[in-house]
């Protein structure tokens, strides 16, 4: 990062000037600051470009991660619908297990619906940079109308500036033109505004080149205002497309976190159900032997047994309401 | 089709804007000229709304983009009949209609890049111009600098047409370019005529000075926005990653306890802490109508 550079303090102490006399201003010096401040901006330029490439790249990258993230979530959700019907199967054998040994027919809770998220879609760094072309246009634009505007001024209504040209101007005898009066005062402010050789009636190709050459210091400043104008149109609409970009980046980001902690919580209901689906598998082929049995026969051991089967059950129907 | 009638609307509005301002107008500007030479604005309003069916169709640009863009288009149009010798004072009716007509249609056909071409094509050819009357006195390093942007603008106008320069990066430089010769232009111009001449090196150190501290503080305010945003960003990815791995800790701490009731629920060596086990493992799920007592399972599989 440059150093700051202060205007007032470069141009010098007012009161130190005031005495010592203007020629006593180091214009060297003076141009010295200038070109260090020159260089100083190169630098904030290339560093502003290498910033902004890194903000579309980080852009990119995080959409790049929402979408992976998005088809990892995908993936899960998809294994968990899967093990959820096999489990489904599972519940089915204990009940007609349960079924065979009971006097009335059981049922479990086995209804589970798919987990969805719709993928949202974002703004990628080529709308963002579609938008950054728009407003740069919009720049140019302004800076066109300033241009003509700038000249159009001095070519249909140089009486509009006279009074710069005659209160400022110097006629090119060297002589101010507030000194001169009448046709010889017209005369040179024209010639100073630049347009004199249309109005006077000239035309003709030196007065094209004195329209394009801005007609005067009024047309330059017309044309410098709206350039100026221009300039901070074209940083501030950048700054807010920036400022935007950000969000889109924060709002990307959060929702990525936001799938990630979505697909590990089904990771996390999927391996449950796994572990459970299978645990109530073995559990099912333990109990087998007691099918179409009389439960009041059975033993206490087995009637705990058919118990813990049903809880287990239960269970396996409980995690099929789990969702994310 | 609703965009259509939108847009439709929104430069009928305009053109309704043009008829009220030009009906206020009254300073010495070109308006007042054309006035002065009785030119009809509405039938010059009503040419323009001839090409209102093209210009519905770029819907993607707004009103005053088209204005601004028609009304730099018709100025221009001006400078050029003037270059080839014919004066305001001198223009007929037709003479203007053909000029505002041409502004109209070039406004909505133009090719946006090319626009942007054209607006800084006139600053380079302006600049150039500019040039010659001010050899004999300028300083060399304001000539020599005033020629280097000329050629850069140039430079940057055939990389654009040669797509080796993205339009953006064309416009932002060539405003600049534009900006820092005005200032010499314009500082050599003022100084000519204020100043004495050991005072005009003085006044075109000051204005590079002012040009380049301008520059400076765009530079610096685009800067710090960026560094603030890069620091959010980074502040963001850890916040994120913390909070992320946090929930993992809580789900795998989740598991690991339901690992141990899983162990407990479907344990073969008891059979009664088996059966207590899947009445916990079952809580813990919010598993409904939960066998907790041997009268329970009696009562489920007798019922």
């Known amino acids: ?324 | 089709m609703e965009g259509n009638n939108k847009a439709q609307i929104n430069l009928r509005e305009m053109l309704q804007m043009c008829r009220s301002i030009l009906n206020d107008l009254n300073s010495n500007t070109l308006f007042a000229v054309m006035r002065e030479q009785n030119i009809n604005f509405g039938n010059a309003l009503n040419l323009i709304e001839k090409y209102l069916p093209a210009a519905e169709n770029m819907l993607d640009q707004d009103k005053t983009d088209l204005g601004i863009k028609t009304a730099t288009i018709f100025l221009i149009s001006l400078w050029s009949r003037i270059k080839q010798g014919s004066s305001i004072s001198e223009f007929t009716k037709e003479d203007w209609n053909t000029v505002i007509g041409n502004a109209a249609e070039k406004a909505v056909a133009i090719d946006p890049r090319e626009y942007s071409s054209m607006v800084f094509d006139l600053y380079r050819r302006s600049i150039s111009y500019a040039i010659d009357p001010m050899r004999e006195n300028a300083a060399a390093t304001v000539i020599n600098r005033l020629e280097e942007i000329v050629s850069l603008m140039k430079e940057y106008a055939e990389k654009l047409e040669m797509g080796d320069m993205p339009e953006v990066k064309f416009i932002e430089e060539n405003l600049w370019l534009s900006l820092e010769a005005l200032f010499l232009v314009m500082t050599d111009r003022m100084s000519h005529t204020l100043l004495p001449e050991k005072r005009r090196e003085l006044a075109e150190a000051v204005s590079a000075l002012i040009f380049q501290k301008l520059r400076y503080s765009h530079y610096e305010e685009e800067l710090a926005v960026i560094d603030e945003i890069m620091e959010h960003q980074a502040e963001l990815d850890q916040r994120l990653t913390k909070q992320v791995n946090a929930y993992i800790n809580t789900l795998k701490e989740e598991l690991d306890v339901f690992d141990v009731l899983v162990e407990r629920a479907f344990s073969t060596k008891d059979f009664q802490d088996a059966f207590r086990g899947s009445i916990d493992l079952a809580e813990s799920l919010g598993a409904e109508d939960i066998l907790l007592t041997e009268n329970d399972v009696d009562n489920y599989f007798l019922s």
Request: with cysteine.
């Open chain 1, 1 to 324: 990062m440059a150093n700051k550079f202060n205007l007032n303090k470069i141009a010098g102490n007012a009161k130190d000037i005031a005495k010592k006399g203007i020629d006593s201003i180091d214009v060297d010096a003076i141009k010295g600051k200038a070109s260090e401040i020159k260089e100083s901006v190169e630098g904030m330029k290339d560093d502003l470009e290498f910033k902004l490439k890194e903000l579309d790249i980080q852009l990119e990258k995080s959409i790049n991660a929402y979408n992976e993230e998005y088809a990892r979530m995908e993936d899960e959700g998809l294994n968990l619908y899967i093990q959820r019907t096999r489990a489904v199967d599972v519940i089915d054998n204990v009940t007609e297990l349960v079924g065979s040994i009971a006097n009335s027919p059981k049922s479990f809770d086995s209804d589970f619906e798919e987990i969805k998220k719709n993928k949202l879609v974002f703004k990628g760094a080529e709308a963002f940079a579609e938008k950054e072309l728009q407003d740069a246009r919009k720049a140019a634009g302004g800076a066109g109308a300033g241009i003509a505007a700038g000249a159009a001024v001095m070519s249909a209504a140089p009486t509009a500036a006279m009074w710069i040209a005659t209160t400022f101007g110097t006629a090119s005898t060297g002589t101010a033109i507030s000194t001169l009066s009448g046709a010889a005062a017209t005369k040179a402010a024209l010639a100073w505004l630049g347009g004199g050789a249309l109005t006077a009636g000239g035309g003709g190709v030196a007065a094209g080149n004195a329209l394009l050459a801005l007609a005067g210091p009024v047309g330059m400043g017309i044309a410098g205002a709206s350039l100026l104008a221009s300039i901070a149109l074209f940083s501030r609409k950048r700054i807010l497309n920036n400022k935007e970009k950000n969000k889109e980046i924060e709002s990307i980001k959060e929702n990525t976190a936001s799938l990630k902690v979505v697909t590990e919580t089904i990771h996390t209901i999927n391996a449950e159900t796994i572990t459970l689906r299978e645990e109530l598998g073995k559990q099912f082929s333990e109990n087998m032997r007691m099918f179409g049995s009389d439960y009041r026969s059975l033993s206490e051991a087995d009637k705990m047994c058919l118990g813990a089967m049903v809880n287990n059950t239960k269970s396996l129907s409980a995690l099929f309401s789990k969702t994310v």
